[in-house]
Structures are given as C-alpha cells and as structure tokens.
C-alpha cells in the first residue's frame, strides 16, 4: 500500500511561514502528480495545491494564491508546500496525496489515489 509521509507541520504565529514536505512513496514518484488538501475542524477537506508529474503545471485554491508555492524534487522524491503570511484561517491538518495513475495535472485527485496521515499546522499567537 502506498502512502505518502507529511512532515514540517507546527504552531507558527500569524504573518510567519511554515515549508511542509510529503515522502513520496514507489518507484513511478517521477510520473505521479502530487497535491496537497487542508481540512479545517469542523470543515470539509478542500483542495489546496496541485503540481503535475512534470512540474510544469501548478495549481492553487484561490484562497492561498500569492501566499503559497508548491514544488516537487524527484531525486528525493519529494513534494513541498512554502507557506507564507500565514494566518489563522490556515490552520488545518494538511495531507499530501499522491495520484495512483501517471501523468497527472494535479488539478484533481479522489479517494482512489494515495493519502497521507496529515499534518497538523496552527497558526495562533
């Protein structure tokens, strides 16, 4: 079973940033679009970034356009998440996912692809 590994979350004040990191998992990393989702307490997951297996197509929630960049490195088979100005609305557990089939956009993943356990990221002063 495939499950990719978050790690970097923690208490930040607001206005501070925070670089989340999700291990990918198998050998097909390099192929696999990756994105990352939020769910607030109370809230519903909702989507967050999108990188496609080239890296070359990025995608964003509106809500965090400007403020949040998300990046890939296949040799560590890695995906990351900068975060800045961060605020209180942010805080949520954060999960990577890493799609199941090849050649991905990463403007869409479903329960069928790979979900990792979250992290959680507060941000309070």
């Known amino acids: 079973q495939v499950q990719p590994v978050e790690s970097g979350g923690g208490l930040v004040q607001p206005g501070g940033s925070l670089r989340l990191s999700c291990l990918g998992s198998?050998?097909?990393?390099?192929?696999?679009?990756m994105g990352w989702f939020r769910q607030c307490s109370g809230k519903d997951r909702e989507f967050v970034a999108g990188?496609?297996?080239?890296?070359?197509?990025?995608y964003y929630t509106d809500s965090v356009k400007g403020r949040f960049t998300i990046a890939r490195d296949n040799a560590r088979k890695t995906v990351y998440l900068q975060m800045n100005n961060l605020g209180p609305d942010d805080t949520a557990v954060y999960y990577c996912v890493q799609e199941a089939d090849d050649y991905g956009m990463g403007a869409a993943f479903t329960t069928a692809d790979y979900w990792g356990q979250g992290t959680q990221v507060t941000v309070s002063s």
């Open positions: 198998g050998h097909t990393f390099s192929t696999n679009a």
């Open positions: 990188i496609s297996w080239s890296g070359l197509r990025k």
